[in-house]
């Protein structure tokens, strides 16, 4: 079944790649001598080149992860004797970082020609309101410039440290605060240039605070310190089966891409317009290098992503969700993750015995996954409130328990995947992963027309509500 | 000799560490309860915490590299049978890392108090000259922070490709050009934010070309790049025995750091006093790791560093110079490396064989270096015309040639350090080192002096010289 993949690209894969990355250079190249740029048409190119490139490398260089002992079996197959590539998100990230440096130069493009007389003189800067006649669309502000640089300086702190956890094999307690370290470079740029640190109260609780806005100052940057911790974490652990880290993080940035499009498309420039353009200069590259892993990815896996992919894509939306400040709308697209998270706490706190893997188990012979199971020995019963907790859970259908004669046999593990399982019964590695994916889209799409329509009734005005702004 | 260090600090080693770690911390405190928040001292503090940190963590971390491959055996020893940990420099360069972006938060202190009312409102900015007291020293102007980042970035991008390389082992004609993808973001930053491409004209070349700045445009972006893959290679080049590659690092860094204090002890401010400062704020800390790698590389040693240490010490030394607008006192600086290259070019484009490893060859009698050599075989002579390059350089003292009956017998490598043991005998290793690095350090110093001394010859101002810019 998952057969290692081969180092080299296939006829047909060589000229679809090149031919994709034709087409994005000579429209990048022809919308530069148009004088246009338009920042969000170089950004799909770019997004179309980066997904060429990690395509192709990630096929390149599998052997050369291999050699180096990035390398894991598929423990969720019948065949599963040999070693496939680990870590290939490493790949990823790393194109796209370098696509995202050297995409710098087109939102400011701009700035640069217009600001500089010939020769690169800065000092004489000309209003950029006098030459632009296109929509705001096209307006970037050159003070973004440093949003830019911490985001892309977060970015890659996360992939040395999520590189690290993979090659080194970090300990789960020590790994979980790997994304706080990241979080710095994010959280230092923030206070040196930007320094907002209120929030809007919701219109019912003004009355009482006496005021609109409420200054959280220290507390706003634990906030968002924990987001950064959280957002990686919640990835990294809903995983365990051939391309669901993928998919999800794949559904996430086009949510929060199509939350971005929603604020570009009103009929008047609306406010944060720059903040939704910067997110989506950030996403689009995203999902290009990420549909290639998934290429490699999806069952049969011929790559594993590890936990580098991870943590890179949960970092990702951190940046452009506090950078665009919508944090709150990133936290309704990872309910999923939420739940997961929630739902696991008993096993990782150590309440219930946690095994090294929690993912699914694999029966040979249907060929179909089954929940995985924590098994309880006559002699090592839960404490009888625990016992009392899971007959709880049992009963409202959020896990499988088999008791006999008084004894917990075994519970399911804790994991959204394994609860799937028992709601929906075995079923197979990718009809598992599409159902997950279908069920954070059609979340992810509800949570967005909740934030949208129902925001008016706790906040005084939505984003998108333009009564307010124009 | 050299023996695998052990994992756990000793006492005497945890209480030196402690107790630098507690006064750093300790005088970093006073300094911002005194609303002073010197720049400078702080950054003497952040580079002995960058010490401790680095000297405990490749110890700690020593095992763990070993144990995922990252190993070696050093060639000149007697007793070489156990591996000791390689690519240590990753360390110091993370290490590094995240001690310059806590860092950042230091010089633009005054002016995020300064330009906040109270909850971080920017809107309000005062001009920074109405509240500074002190020199201009203290002075750090806001629009810095975009130089800060990309110089972050181009390290970042460094480490994680040469930690690549180190993982990978890329082949030299392909790890050749690794610094030249780091160096993208400091071109994309310097051309988005700067953009200054002219230079000073020597005084005699301006009466031809009618001008004092020549604007070299994109060649500038040329040289830059080029000096990107040259400093940092070069520094990888110069090495093969224990502590070579950080002393001669150390002694560059602490040229460059004396550089800049020069211009921060002038009478009156400097107009060039932000640029180095900035350097000295990226040298210090930098001065920290090394310290506290080559406390366990040098000779015997119990870590070897690895391309990234080499990698990461060239490129902090492009960046600043860079940013720093004094390029040319680095290339000056970089003499020796500059000579080892040129010298070995005759290997390194295959003109002459060139073995996988140039090393001096360790004698296991006398315990001493020789210089290695290529032999040649009588049916494998090379060509009349090298015949009579080499007679000739042996008759220059470059070079030492064996011939017997008219054939070659062999010649030594082309490296600096082979030549110097030809030049001055077999010696021991930690000698041989040491001659290096003070051969380095004079030729630096007196480097220094010629560029302040002299420059008056060649261009109408020295930077230093105050007469034309007070």
């Known amino acids: 079944m998952a057969a290692s993949p081969s180092p080299t690209l296939s006829r047909t894969e060589t000229l679809n790649l090149s031919g994709l990355a034709v087409v994005c250079a000579v429209i990048l190249t022809r919308s530069f001598e148009n004088g246009e740029g338009e920042p969000l048409i170089a950004s799909l190119c ?110 890659h702190s996360i992939t040395i440290l999520g590189f690290g956890d993979d090659l080194f094999d970090i300990r789960w307690r020590h790994k979980f605060f790997i994304p706080a370290f990241a979080s710095i470079p994010l959280l230092v740029v923030y206070f040196v240039d930007f320094g907002v640190t209120s929030i809007v109260l919701p219109t019912f609780l003004q009355p009482y605070a006496g005021r609109e806005l409420l200054d959280l100052g220290v507390l706003y940057y634990v906030y968002m310190a924990a987001l950064c911790i959280f957002s ?41 317009t720059d903040s939704h353009l910067f997110s989506l200069y950030f996403l689009l590259p995203f999902l290009g290098v990420s549909f290639a892993l998934l290429a490699h990815n999806w069952y049969p896996a011929r790559v594993f992503v590890g936990d580098t992919y991870c943590y890179f894509a949960g970092m990702v939306f951190v940046v452009v969700s506090i950078l665009g400040h919508f944090s709150k709308t990133l ?38 996954l089954e929940p995985s199971v924590t098994r309880w020995a006559p002699d090592e019963q839960p404490h009888p409130v625990v016992v009392r907790a899971l007959r709880l859970l049992a009963r409202l259908r959020l896990l499988s328990l088999k008791e006999e004669q008084g004894l917990v046999q075994e519970s399911s593990n804790f994991t959204i995947l394994n609860l799937w399982l028992v709601w929906r019964g075995p079923m197979r590695e990718d009809r598992l992963a599409t159902e997950i994916t279908l069920m954070q889209l059609v979340l992810g799409l509800f949570g967005l027309v909740v934030r949208h329509k129902l925001a008016l009734l706790i906040f005084r005005e939505d984003n998108l509500d333009l009564r307010s702004v124009v």
């Open 46 to 155: 770019f997004s179309g080149l980066a997904f060429a490139a990690s395509y192709a490398m990630i096929r390149w260089l599998g052997p050369t992860f291999v050699n180096a002992g990035l390398k894991g079996r598929d423990m969720s197959k019948v065949n599963n004797k040999h070693y496939l590539p680990e870590c290939m998100g490493a790949i990823c990230a790393v194109v796209y970082l370098f696509t995202i440096i050297v995409f710098i130069l087109i939102p400011f493009y701009k700035d640069i020609v217009v600001a500089t007389s010939g020769g690169g003189n800065r000092d004489v800067v000309m209003n950029i309101e006098y030459v632009q006649r296109g929509r705001l669309l096209h307006k970037f502000p050159h003070s973004k410039l440093a949003s830019f640089l911490s985001a892309i300086i977060s970015l």
């Open 232 to 272: 990686p974490n919640s990835i990294n652990i809903l995983a365990g089966i051939n391309g669901i880290e993928v998919t999800q993080s794949i559904v996430i940035a086009a949510l929060l891409a199509l939350n971005d499009i929603l604020y570009l498309t009103t009929p008047y420039p609306h406010p944060a």
């Open 331 to 368: 936290i309704l697209l990872l309910l999923p993750q939420i739940f997961n998270f929630v739902y696991s706490t008993p096993q990782l706190f150590k309440l219930i015995p946690c095994p090294r893997h929690r993912l699914p188990h694999f029966n040979a012979r249907t060929g179909l």
